[in-house]
T-cell receptor, first 111, second 114 residues
Framework: DAKTTQPNSMESNEEEPVHLPCNHS???????IHWYRQLPSQGPEYVIH???SNVNNRMASLAIAEDRKSSTLILHRATLRDAAVYYC????????????FGQGTTLQVKP | EAQVTQNPRYLITVTGKKLTVTCSQN?????MSWYRQDPGLGLRQIYY???????DKGDVPEGYKVSRKEKRNFPLILESPSPNQTSLYFC?????????????FGPGTRLTVL
């Protein structure tokens, strides 16, 4: 199964952009890249996903490398509420429902 | 409101005493799964179900059972809990099949096995 690698922690200042990297060098050709985040004392929540092209939604942007071996979640203006653990997840194309979580990156946002 | 509910939210039990953690979703999702979360290990999938009466093992299924008799419910059963099953458990659901589907997670059940 393809694995993901993320930095353990990152820091950001409030209202500045944040770039959260994820490496997935063994990704399969049709695996989707999902990002979830987990706020303190809550279950994970969906952030964004993509396959090959860059994606934008109201929460974030996802930049996917041309070779798909890495991706970056971009929070355009970090707020204190964005302090969370961010997980980069590969959704296998084999349609088994199995998700592979990375270790996650703990994002600290300083006021 | 679309949601995944889990009960109980907190449970302290003793080794060997059978317990069930319930999970229910109101979104008519086919796919449901259970995860456990431990410090330093992130979330690991225990079992999942693609639809009623269809279940399969995730990464860490040992010591757990599940059943899927109804679409909305997916209980997690610990027949003989042990201290190494002390953990934070999350249930999740989504529509089945498509790799683009968002998974919705419950609020978590914190289990302590003494």
């Amino acid at each position: 199964d393809a694995k993901t690698t993320q930095p353990n922690s990152m820091e950001s200042n409030e209202e500045e952009p944040v770039h959260l990297p994820c490496n997935h060098s063994t990704i399969s050709g049709t695996d989707y890249i999902h990002w979830y985040r987990q706020l303190p004392s809550q279950g994970p929540e969906y952030v964004i996903h993509g396959l090959t092209s860059n994606v934008n939604n109201r929460m974030a942007s996802l930049a996917i490398a041309e070779d798909r071996k890495s991706s970056t979640l971009i929070l355009h203006r970090a707020t204190l509420r964005d302090a969370a653990v961010y997980y980069c997840i590969l959704r296998p194309s084999s349609n088994t429902g199995k998700l592979i979580f990375g270790q996650g990156t703990t994002l600290q946002v300083k006021p | 409101e679309a949601q995944v509910t889990q009960n109980p939210r907190y449970l302290i039990t003793v080794t060997g005493k059978k317990l069930t953690v319930t999970c229910s979703q109101n979104m008519n999702h086919e796919y449901m799964s259970w995860y456990r979360q431990d410090p330093g290990l992130g979330l690991r999938q225990i079992y999942y179900s693609m639809n009623v009466e269809v279940t399969d093992k995730g990464d860490v299924p040992e010591g757990y059972k599940v059943s899927r008799k109804e679409k909305r419910n997916f209980p997690l059963i610990l027949e003989s809990p042990s201290p190494n099953q002390t953990s934070l458990y999350f249930c999740a659901s989504s529509t089945a099949g498509a790799w683009t589907d968002t998974q919705y997670f419950g609020p978590g059940t914190r289990l302590t096995v003494l």
